[in-house]
């Protein structure tokens, strides 16, 4: 059974920095893309990166562009996203995926596995 379970939310001031984690078991994924989502109350599922099977292509949501780092360790079946300058318009919940594919997908149903999510809030 494939699991994916995501931590290091929480709650941080605007302007902080989160180093978010996304374990996997069940399953290598070292040949796939892999990417995070976040989901705010009320609103729908929302890409925020993606980084494809070699770890040389990564694709971010115009709004995290130059805060948000995704990146991937293999050995551990592992990733990572790294929030820096972090705004109230952040929170919410953040849910890693992963693709039986090997590109940036952008789009929710083309990851086939997802983790439960972590809680990001940002005070003001």
């Known amino acids: 059974q494939v699991q994916l379970v995501e931590s290091g939310g929480g709650l941080v001031q605007a302007g902080g920095s989160l180093r978010l984690s996304c374990s996997a078991s069940g399953r290598t994924f070292s040949s796939n893309s892999l990417g995070w989502f976040r989901q705010a109350p009320g609103k729908e599922r929302e890409f925020v990166t993606a980084i494809d099977w070699s770890g040389g292509s990564t694709n971010y949501a115009d709004f995290v562009k130059g805060r948000f780092t995704i990146s991937r360790d293999n050995a551990r079946n592992a990733w990572y996203l790294q929030m820096n300058d972090l705004k109230p318009e952040d929170t919410a919940v953040y849910l890693c995926?992963?693709?039986?594919?090997?590109?940036?997908?952008?789009?929710?149903?083309?990851?086939?596995?997802w983790g439960r999510g972590t809680q990001v809030t940002v005070s003001s």
């Open positions: 995926a992963a693709s039986d594919g090997t590109l940036t997908y952008t789009v929710p149903n083309l990851y086939h596995y």
